[in-house]
């Protein structure tokens, strides 16, 4: 069974930029329609989708977090990463790395339409 690990750091001062990486095992990133998603939450929140690569290497974003986000992978290491930009302390929250379903989207995003999740990893903005 496919496998997700969230690394980073956990403290990032305000207007620096927060980068995660989430290391696959036991599957490819490349394969199979799925789409590698970034999902968290904020203390008190919902769920909030924040941006998938596909198999394919195509790219989505949140509309409302689209100026400050990018999303990328490392084939080799099978590996996929995000960066936010410009961090506030309202960007502090779990974030996850997940397997969707493809087609999961923000629009249509459901905790259900991901089979396969990290663990989540804490992230706060503070300075």
Not at 50 to 64: D, E, K, L, M, R
Not at 79 to 106: K, W
Not at 113 to 120: L, Y
Request: proline fraction near 4%; aromatic fraction near 12%.
């Amino acid at each position: 069974q496919v496998q997700l690990q969230e690394s980073g750091p956990g403290l990032v001062k305000p207007s620096q930029t927060l980068s995660l990486t989430c290391t696959v095992s036991r599957g490819s990133i490349t394969t199979d329609f799925y789409y590698w998603t970034w999902i968290r939450q904020a203390p008190g929140k919902e769920m909030e989708w924040v941006a998938a690569i596909t198999f394919s290497g195509s790219i989505y974003y949140s509309p409302s977090l689209k100026s400050r986000t990018s999303i990328s992978r490392d084939t080799s290491k099978n590996q996929f990463t995000l960066q936010l930009s410009s961090v506030t302390p309202e960007d502090t929250a779990v974030y996850y790395c997940a397997r969707c379903d493809g087609g999961t989207n923000y629009y249509t995003f459901r905790t259900s339409d991901c089979g396969s999740w990290g663990q989540g990893t804490q992230v706060t903005v503070s300075s």
